[in-house]
């Protein structure tokens, strides 16, 4: 079965689909120039408002300007009880708020203040699970309340406010969250700009530094064979097809079996497989990961092994940066497991250098945050560009926009590109809007072809029902590759569905049905990963004794 083919009922090829997209996106064609400002009349005169003047951004959250918080920075690297430090002051609290980063972070710490007596809501872009009586939150730094007093809230990863794509979601709860005391934890490289930045907002700053729980130890030698693998070691690459590969060869050997995660598998697959891994009486005692592993997942690792030492990352292969090499390295070790000693080393000797002038130096200072505009923002400023649609308009905000040193205009090729198909369509450039900050990856040609059908039906019906373009009961175990990452990507459309009715609920009314399917999805993509991948049962006379 070909799965793509589940979501072409609307008649609307690929091809179209992405003549439709590279035809409208002219990111870099000239642009009508219309006055980036308005003039407002009062009782004083003509006053002129600059809309793309973003160098006060603080002033754009008047509820938390209206309080003196008490900023704690918990900085620190990984496994220094920093996170646990601030959690501890959140369960404390009588009413809260945890920002993280990833959804199995906001679960984690939801079902571990539920577990201590503390009624603690879960939001996220997929899911709401409301506690009768909660006063606490645990959200993803997306799904921040900037409206909402607290006692106490936690911004977990506070390094991430210099991501060049999500970074200005960060800075949006940084600037905006109201608590008595807002907890920052993260790498000590972001003192620096969010002592600068809240200069200007009036509230006291504490830094709090963590040293490391147990030792990392970087070795000096390769993996010298594959007969040399032990219980508790995590393989680091960074693709579907080698993480798959260093599986398969793990695995021919006989002594081994290999749990897997990577960014495209689902949150929930992601986290069985962790377990597996962690599960002393799981067969299955090797991680094959990506980068994914490098923040959200609590896991036994005794060895990370470097299989290479760079990425794609979406634009180029690139070498791993400071930062990235120290988060991934120092989840081996985890304080508390049965590995009190994490060890680092790599496959090809050649990376040993870079492996260990990394994790002898600090991460590089991060020097500004990112920035987006609200959406009242834009609207006011496309008050002025009525014959412009949402695409040129975020274009020219963007070209025009006026940034203090300490922020950068975060990255929204993404948004243009969902934009440009959107701008044929007639509906409102706040729903274009909606439709543009959704989960989206319109690299993924079956999820872009989601949203687009998605998008067309909304314009057309303004109901989208889930059974025009999917059909419950065709889904099946993925027998390769490539029927595995269909179904990844059918999985992402589902999650798309869901995170559309929670903003647009009377319009895509299936969502128990999407979360349904949703979640049948990840269960075939475990039963391909447990019985249908390269795992092969391991007689037990031949397992070693370890």
């Known amino acids: 079965m070909n799965m793509a083919s589940l979501l072409l009922r609307r008649g609307l090829s690929t091809s179209s689909v992405y003549r439709t997209l590279f035809c409208n996106a002219s990111f870099g064609a000239s642009i009508c120039i219309h006055t980036s400002s308005r003039h407002f009349s009062s009782s004083t005169g003509t006053v002129k408002i600059d809309f793309t003047d973003l160098t006060r951004p603080h002033t754009w959250y008047p ?31 009588s009413s809260g708020v945890y920002c993280g980063p990833l959804r199995l972070l906001a679960w984690e710490v939801a079902k571990r203040l539920n577990k201590a007596n503390v009624p603690c809501d879960l939001i996220t872009g997929q899911e709401k699970e409301i506690v009768d009586g909660a006063r606490h939150k645990a959200v993803t730094v997306e799904m921040a ?9 936690v911004i977990d990863e506070i390094q991430m406010i210099g991501c060049r794509s999500r970074g200005f979601s960060f800075t949006r709860a940084l600037l905006g969250i109201p608590a008595d005391e807002l907890h920052l934890c993260g790498d000590a490289a972001a003192v620096p700009l969010i002592q600068e930045i809240l200069s200007v907002t009036g509230d006291n700053i504490e830094v709090q530094f963590y040293d490391r729980l147990s030792p990392l130890v970087p070795l000096k030698t390769p993996l010298r064979s594959f007969s040399d693998i032990r219980t508790g070691d995590c393989f680091v690459t960074f693709s579907r097809h080698k993480i798959y590969k260093l599986k398969k060869k793990i695995e021919d050997d006989g002594r081994h079996l290999c749990s897997v995660v990577y960014g495209s598998l689902p949150p929930e697959t992601r986290t069985r497989q962790a377990t597996m891994f962690n599960d002393e ?8 990961a990506s980068d994914a592993i490098g923040m959200g997942l609590n896991l036994n690792i005794s060895r990370i092994i470097f299989s290479e030492m760079e990425k794609f990352d979406g634009l180029e292969m690139r070498p791993l940066s400071v930062p990235e090499i120290k988060q991934i390295a120092g989840r081996a070790g985890r304080y508390g497991s049965k590995f009190p000693v994490g060890e680092v080393t790599c496959l090809d000797a050649k990376d040993l250098p870079l492996i260990h002038s990394s994790l002898n130096c600090p991460s590089p200072i991060i020097e500004s945050a990112g920035l987006f505009p609200t959406f009242d923002l834009l609207y006011m400023y496309s008050r002025s560009h009525l014959n412009c649609g949402l695409c040129q308009i975020l274009e020219e905000f963007v070209e025009n926009a006026k940034l203090s040193a300490n922020y950068f205009i975060a990255n929204c090729e993404e948004m243009l590109k969902v934009a440009a198909v959107l701008d ?3 509906i409102s450039l706040h729903d274009k809007y909606l439709f543009c900050i959704s989960p989206a990856d319109m690299n993924d040609e079956i999820l872009s072809q989601g949203l687009t059908q998605f998008a067309h039906t909304y314009a057309k019906n303004r109901i989208v029902r889930l059974k025009e373009i999917f059909t419950p009961g065709t889904l099946k175990v993925p027998k390769t590759q490539a029927e595995l990452k269909e179904l990844e990507s059918i999985h ?55």
């Open 63 to 93: 509820v938390a300007r209206r309080r003196k918080r008490n900023v704690i920075l918990h900085v620190g690297p990984t496994n220094s009880g920093k996170t646990y430090s601030a959690l501890k002051r959140l369960e404390l609290s």
């Open 492 to 546: 992402k459309v589902l999650e798309l569905y869901v995170w559309l009715s929670f903003r647009l609920d009377d319009s895509f009314p299936d969502r128990d049905l999407a979360a349904s399917q949703k979640s049948i999805c990840g269960m075939l993509i475990e039963d391909f990963l447990e019985r249908l991948g390269f795992q092969k049962p391991i007689p037990k006379r031949l397992k070693q004794i370890r």
């Open 145 to 153: 309340d900037v409206s909402s007093n607290y006692e106490c809230a």
């Open 281 to 288: 009486s799981s067969e299955f005692d090797v991680l094959v």
């Open 424 to 426: 044929e369509l007639p």
